[in-house]
């Protein structure tokens, strides 16, 4: 620092002022942030403050570190550094990077329309529940069957949260799951902090970006529930049965049943306000009409419609509703 500055600082007095404000603490002479959130915010204002440098080959370094970073937000520090490097800088190459990869994360899976792909379940909900095969084995037996099959898993493909992996179509669904979620929080803190500063065009492609990922989750998630439905059922059928010893078959079928509906219930719901609480403020309801207006209305688009004005808007959008 005086090699760069002219300027002297006394680096034990620093820390002493720094652990009085509470920014560092001290623990059997290691020195630390005190929250985590500290250290991604100093690493967010470094890199704002010399993204763009007197020194080219110093300033191209620090953008191949950030445009790393926008491609691996599967590990939870990145995520929180870009949230505040995007808050200090607005950096649109960044902006759009994030909402390019966030287009590709199930590229080729098509958006749940609430409608056609939720069909199943709303025959569980009219229908006469099919009956169940259970199996002869008890339920503790089958319990350690999936875990020895679990067991069996190559521990070597496994990916812990820590990792700093890229998105790609080979990775788990739960780890792509996950780095959906993570993508739709940052574009919508991108969103919400700059409803006055942002394009038009550039914040209806972030939150069409947002929804449409938040619904192509939830189809793939809908589509493995009903491929795995009667797997499903058994399942329920085989818990409940072992609380309810007395439980008829049409009783325990129908109860399987609309655990199953109440599943989809809440990975619906969820995704839905998931979504609406990363996008919505209420100065961007024009941004949301052109979204709507994009996909032509879709049922499921309306719902995240519908859930921003309930979640932000200070009207209650009775109209709507009905």
């Not at 898993?153 to 080979?170: A, C, F, K, T």
């Not at 009667?230 to 609309?258: C, H, M, P, W």
Request: charged letters at 25%; glycine letters at 4%.
């Amino acid at each position: 620092y005086y090699e760069d500055y002219g300027i002297y600082l006394d680096p034990l007095k620093l820390i002493e002022d720094l652990k009085y404000a509470q920014i560092f603490s001290e623990d059997a002479g290691n020195i630390r942030f005190r929250y985590p959130y500290y250290y991604h915010f100093f690493v967010a204002r470094y890199l704002s403050d010399n993204i763009i440098s007197t020194d080219e080959a110093q300033g191209a370094k620090l953008q191949l570190i950030l445009s790393d970073m926008a491609d691996r937000v599967y590990y939870e520090e990145y995520v929180r550094i870009l949230v505040f490097y995007l808050y200090f800088t607005k950096d649109n190459k960044i902006i759009g990077q994030l909402i390019g990869n966030t287009e590709q994360i199930y590229a080729a899976v098509k958006p749940s329309d609430l409608e056609t792909d939720v069909n199943f379940i709303n025959r569980l909900y009219v229908e006469t529940p099919t009956p169940l095969m259970l199996p002869s084995t008890e339920v503790e037996q089958n319990r350690e069957e999936v875990r020895k099959q679990l067991d069996e898993l190559d521990d070597g493909n496994r990916i812990e949260q820590g990792e700093r992996v890229p998105y790609s179509d080979e990775l788990d669904d739960i780890i792509k799951i996950t780095i959906a979620f993570k993508s739709i929080h940052i574009l919508g803190q991108v969103l919400r902090n700059f409803p006055g500063s942002l394009k038009r065009d550039v914040k209806a492609r972030i939150a069409r970006a947002c929804y449409l990922l938040g619904l192509r989750v939830l189809s793939v998630v809908t589509a493995a529930v009903e491929e795995n439905k009667e797997d499903l059922r058994t399942y329920f059928s085989l818990l409940i049965k072992r609380q309810r010893a007395g439980v008829t078959f049409q009783q325990l079928a129908q109860n399987a049943d609309e655990v199953v509906i109440g599943l989809m219930e809440m990975w619906a719901v969820g995704m839905i306000k998931g979504v609406s609480q990363a996008v919505g403020l209420e100065e961007l309801s024009e941004t949301y009409h052109e979204v709507l207006e994009t996909e032509r209305g879709a049922l499921s688009v309306q719902m995240i419609d519908l859930s921003i004005k309930l979640d932000h808007f200070w009207m209650f959008p009775e109209n709507q509703v009905q």
